[in-house]
């Protein structure tokens, strides 16, 4: 199976380091184009990936293509691409962010198989979630096929398009948010005394760790908050203060704000 990209960008970079890292594809069956020549040879050097000569050339070579450009440029993108999409009939994977199944299907073939892929900055990591919806032409097996190749940058599921704002926020927003948490926690050890390195990689390795309790225990988070918090112990201090000052509304109204803004783009 061939796998093209149109755009060798970070995400671009991130997914191809994944999927060939993690043996889902080999280099040499990847086909990558980007109107900045050094990107495409970037891809080229980090895993053998064939470098084409325009974006045409990855539809008419690809089984599956993934379109990895800016949202301002998709359009143009999809008109350059329909003639050679319509004959040969690739599945086609969007993961441009904010750009509709509708968006994707209206410079293509009434019959092309659109797949729209959500994905967020922890690729880099292989520790992503990633959202995809589809349109009709769909099948089982291009499902199948995108969620065996998004594993390679970490979890994926299928969710309505009706829900892809507020994933946008929760996945695509919210680990800003979590670094923010990170570097707070971070500096109040600098602020008792602790550098700042040794604070950090504490910090980062309890919230990671943390994550990787609730996603693998059938717990819920408060229950293993409880299990933490030992009577009149310092834990529950510091929880009970993380309440009155604010903290869920602080994220509630986070989340509000960034939904609010999506809305309004």
């Known amino acids: ?10 995400m671009a970079s991130a997914i191809i380091k994944g999927i060939t890292a993690k043996g889902k594809v ?34 008419k070579k690809a089984d599956i293509v993934f379109l990895a450009v800016k949202p301002n440029v998709l359009s143009d993108v999809l008109k350059k691409i329909s003639s050679a999409v319509a004959e040969n009939k690739p599945l086609v994977v969007s993961i441009a962010a904010g750009k ?14 659109i797949i729209r892929v959500m994905p967020n900055i922890n690729a880099k990591v292989g520790e992503a979630i990633c959202a995809y919806c589809f349109n009709s032409n769909v099948t089982d097996a291009d499902k199948q096929s995108v969620e065996e190749l998004l594993d390679g940058i970490g979890k994926v599921m299928c969710l309505d398009e009706s829900a892809f704002p507020l994933f946008g ?19 109040a050890g600098v602020k008792n005394g602790m550098k700042k390195a040794d604070a950090l990689k504490i910090a980062a390795q309890t919230v990671y760790g943390s994550a990787k309790m609730i996603l693998e225990s ?27 000052d604010g903290f869920e509304k602080a994220v509630f109204n986070a989340v509000d704000k960034s939904l609010d803004k999506d809305k309004k783009l």
Request: glycine share 10%.
């Open 26 to 59: 080999n280099g040499s069956d990847i086909v990558a184009y980007d109107i900045y020549a050094a990107a495409a040879e970037n891809i080229s050097k980090m895993c053998g990936a064939e470098i084409a000569s325009s974006e045409e050339m990855v539809a």
């Open 218 to 244: 059938d717990e819920h988070p408060w229950s293993l908050i409880d299990s933490v918090c030992s009577p009149g112990g310092t834990t529950i201090e510091g929880v009970v203060s993380l309440q009155s």
């Open 1 to 10: 199976m061939k796998i093209g990209f149109i755009g060798c960008g970070n």
């Open 100 to 113: 509709t199944i509708e968006f994707l299907s209206q410079p293509l073939e009434n019959n092309t198989r």
């Open 169 to 187: 926020v929760l996945g695509g927003c919210a680990p800003a948010y979590a670094y923010m948490f990170i570097d707070a926690l971070a500096r």
